[in-house]
């Protein structure tokens, strides 16, 4: 596999901080790999960093495909406990995540691929990273899908209008030759305009104002009955309220039709609430991935686990899905792109209403306000939404001939 024309024009960029924005499966990965590998065979002893916004995002995403685009004959040493590769020239690549920027520090780094840069703290590049290319005069690729006006939009708009060093580079999905027009049609005509603009056209949306504008009170409110048919939960673990949605599916479509809020709780309270309401029904939760290793009852027992002991079929990723991906996928299930509505709440589900009908993004930012504690009850809804109707849906990309 070859690089693309556009891809071909970011890799052989001559600045030293590049900044693209590039919508859904332009094949970002594959060029940050070519990235990658450049930087580690050029010259002995080159310290090369790929850093994701999470460690298990930087192993999924890019851990298989760095290996298999790297010759044998070119590895020394390679460690999937700590995702890092030593070549026989003593130059090493690591795979990193961001979720603590501080842990980041104390490296000499010649060269670095920030994934997803508006899914980090600011931080990451402005107080971490950039003082960690210094000492070696090293280069920058910030890559990713846009995310609002922020930090990363800053960086991108200073390339843009020709800082010293800096080379920006905008394009769709289609321009990356991956995704057929037939394809990138039907997802205009599923999703909801604004998140087609963000994920396929690459455009910088403004946020602003509510997070769920596809939520209508007339429009999506509708008293559907429970056919006692498998109930689909999903659920956030915070204490403060412990929540849950529980829906049914009827093909393409799910209907909120009860909740469960629960103060000063834990998971034990929560199973026994479940199978108090809904007996020995078939039941299939959606939590928090964090629930792998989460333990919010006593006993030292993640709360995956305790659902799993408890006979419920859980399904769960294994790493968050990125916070913009959950939020797309609620809307496009509330409100797609050609005005159709796959996603109703009960009447009876208040706390589900009010929290889609008011979250708000903080000011002048893609953060959602957390504040008011609309956040717990949509986080559940997002959890189960986004496992079983993602936004980011994946398409066979060819695996990489080796970088020679």
């Known amino acids: 596999m070859q690089l693309t024309k556009p891809q071909s024009l970011i890799y052989m960029s ?5 900044a693209c924005v590039a919508g859904r499966r332009f094949g970002k990965t594959f060029t940050s790999v070519a990235s990658l590998v450049r930087a580690a065979v050029k010259a002995p002893n080159q310290n090369v960093w790929y850093v994701a916004p999470t460690y298990g995002a930087a192993k999924e995403i890019c851990w298989t495909m ?22 026989i020239n003593g130059s090493y690549i690591a795979l990193k995540g961001a979720e603590k920027p501080n842990n980041l520090r104390g490296r000499a780094l010649n060269h670095c691929v920030l994934d997803e840069f508006s899914e980090m703290r600011p931080e990451t590049w402005y107080e971490v990273i950039r003082a960690s ?11 990713g899908t846009p995310k609002g006006r922020n930090h990363f939009y800053d960086l991108w708009a200073k390339a843009k209008d020709g800082a010293d060093g800096w080379e920006s580079f905008q394009y769709t999905t289609l321009d990356g030759g991956n995704v057929p027009p037939e394809e990138v049609e039907s997802a205009r005509n599923d999703l909801d305009e604004r ?5 396929y056209e690459a455009a910088f949306v403004t946020y602003q104002g509510l997070i769920y504008y596809g939520f209508s009170r007339e429009e999506s409110v509708l008293d559907m009955k429970d056919d006692n ?9 915070n204490l403060d309220p412990m929540s849950a949605v529980i829906c049914i599916r009827k093909g393409e479509k799910l209907y909120a039709v009860d909740e469960i809020v629960m103060y000063g709780s834990n998971t034990d309270e929560m199973v026994a609430e479940i199978k108090d309401r809904y007996g020995n029904r078939n ?9 792998r290793q989460r333990k919010t009852s006593a006993g030292g027992r993640t709360d995956l686990s305790i659902l799993q002991n408890a006979g419920f079929s859980v399904k ?5 899905a990125l916070v913009r991906d959950r939020i797309n996928a609620v809307n496009s299930r509330l409100l797609s792109g050609d005005g159709k509505r796959h996603f109703y709440v009960s009447p009876k589900c208040k706390q589900t209403i009010k929290s889609l009908e008011r979250q708000t993004y903080k000011e002048g930012t893609s953060i959602p306000n957390k504040d008011d504690g609309f956040d717990h009850m949509n986080d559940a809804v997002g959890y189960l939404v986004e496992y079983l109707f993602p936004v980011r849906t994946e398409y066979d990309t060819p695996q990489p001939t080796r970088w020679t």
């Open 133 to 143: 290319l210094s000492d070696r005069q090293g280069s920058a690729l910030f890559i």
């Open 14 to 18: 001559q600045a030293r901080f590049v």
């Open 195 to 199: 998140t087609f603009q963000q994920e």
């Open 229 to 237: 048919g498998t109930l689909h939960i999903g659920m956030d673990f």
């Open 316 to 320: 769960a990723k294994n790493s968050h």
């Open 283 to 291: 039941i299939i939760i959606y939590p928090d991935p964090a629930s």
């Open 66 to 87: 760095l290996i298999n685009s790297i010759p044998a004959d070119y590895i020394a040493k390679t460690n999937e406990t700590t995702l890092t590769i030593r070549l």
